[in-house]
């Protein structure tokens, strides 16, 4: 079973341009759970839509709607997931007594608390279906939820923008159930950025225990190491900052597209974030191979989030190690005038071809090179950076060519 759980993650790579039957979605969950026929309904007020099949088949066509009384609504919702037999009231209310299968398994599609569907599967063999089937069946429909509400907005807007075109509906009319669309894409938009937000929130508990637990152990305070355990300490601690970077990420792009993310001043030197970052990125740095230099002239102060303009350069300098290659250089420059401060991060890494130079800043943007496939990222620093840069009032520019490293260069205002 645990073979069979590891695959769950798998559909999430579910292409939502599916074909109308979603048979994509259906051999994905094949190589995850046994079934003869699959189908998908969408739950209305008071009955059941078909919405998708596995096969096509004489006895129910796609569209078809099976109405419902408000207590089998209540039995069949009341569970996560429920093996049913042919002889079922539901089995029954929705035609597939036809079928003459013997075993059925069933799954909700909600978002959080709200459900609009239902997964369901037969098997011809009797008895077929187990608890640790629904336990999987369960797990793969909190995924595939996500996936079909997606797959269900982008066909509304597909209807839409064909409805607007052939002038099929008055323009009032369209509007209209644009805007109501469009409330319900937003509400959709809310939960999925409010769900990001508190599990990336859970995760980083744990991670900085870990980074913690492993500062403890690196300095030895509690007996010596080996050099082998020195080598796994200093993994651990590596790969514990990579995924907290990786998982700040997500969690600063959610408040960013609430509008909840805020900035609070302060007055400090900016050698103390300077120092700081590279301090908390050096062992990612020496495990690659690859050098930090501060070229700081001269330290001054500055007047601005310390909080924000330390993941300003955090989110730089660790995309230049992450894309620099081994015994490759690092650079960190700070510089001041009467009305700016610069942060100048350069290194002699992989490079930016120019036509991605406008491209790069958007979110989940990744540029696609046999180098880049190496390395895990989110595609979201960049993004969350220039977000932050603008909180400020500042700016952020790039200079680049392939292979000639790269210079990302923030502008922000001293007051």
């Known amino acids: 079973m645990q073979e069979i759980l590891k695959l769950i993650p798998s559909l999430f790579e579910i292409n939502l341009n599916i074909d109308k039957d979603g048979n994509t979605i259906f051999r994905k969950l094949a190589s995850i ?14 009955s059941l839509q078909l919405k998708y099949t596995y096969k096509t ?50 799954a909700k599609i909600a978002i959080k608390s ?17 608890d640790k089937d629904i336990i999987i069946l369960n797990a793969a429909s ?15 807007f597909k209807i839409q923008l064909r409805a607007l075109k052939d002038g099929i509906v008055e323009k009032n009319e369209a509007y209209k159930t644009i805007k109501e669309q469009n409330e319900k894409i937003l509400e959709a938009d809310r939960i999925k950025n409010e769900f990001l937000a508190n599990i990336s929130h859970e995760l980083r508990t ?13 300095a030895q305070l509690y007996g010596n190491l080996n050099s082998k355990q020195e080598e796994y300490v200093n993994d651990i601690k590596v790969s514990a900052t990579h995924l907290l970077g990786m998982i700040n990420g997500i969690l600063d792009m959610s408040k960013i597209e609430a509008n909840a993310m805020k900035i609070v001043k302060s007055t400090f030197w900016i050698s103390r974030a300077v120092d700081e970052v590279t301090n908390i990125l050096a062992p990612l740095a020496d495990k690659k191979g690859v050098s930090i230099i501060k070229k700081m002239d001269t330290d001054f102060e500055v007047f601005a989030d310390y909080q924000k303009i330390q993941q300003i350069l955090y989110n730089l300098v660790s995309n230049s190690i992450k894309f620099t290659p081994k015994d490759g250089q690092v650079d960190i420059l700070t510089t001041c005038n009467k009305e700016t401060f ?3 991060v350069h290194d002699t890494g992989i490079g930016i071809d ?43 520019s790039v200079v680049s060519e392939v292979n000639n490293g790269s210079t990302f260069i923030v502008e922000i205002p001293l007051l």
């Open 354 to 396: 120019e036509k991605y130079h406008g491209k790069i800043f958007a979110k989940f943007v990744q540029l696609d090179s046999a180098y880049t496939k190496k390395e895990s990222s989110t595609g979201l620093g960049l993004t969350i950076t220039k977000e932050l840069a603008e909180l400020h009032g500042g700016k952020i």
């Open 57 to 106: 088949h004489s006895n129910y066509k796609i569209n078809e709607v099976f109405p419902m009384s408000d207590a089998l609504k209540r039995k069949i919702y009341s569970k996560n997931g429920e093996i049913l037999s042919q002889e079922s009231e539901l089995i029954s209310a929705i035609g597939l007594s036809k079928l003459k299968k013997k075993s059925y398994i069933l």
């Open 206 to 218: 744990p991670l900085n225990s870990i980074l913690g637990f492993s500062d403890i152990l690196g």
């Open 33 to 46: 759970i046994q079934f003869d026929e699959g189908f998908i309904y969408f739950l209305n007020p008071d």
């Open 142 to 156: 909190s995924i595939l939820s996500y996936i079909l509400k997606d797959l269900e907005l982008s066909n509304v």
């Open 342 to 344: 610069k942060l100048v």
């Open 114 to 130: 709200t459900v609009f569907g239902i997964i369901l599967l037969t098997k011809q063999e009797a008895a077929f279906y187990t």
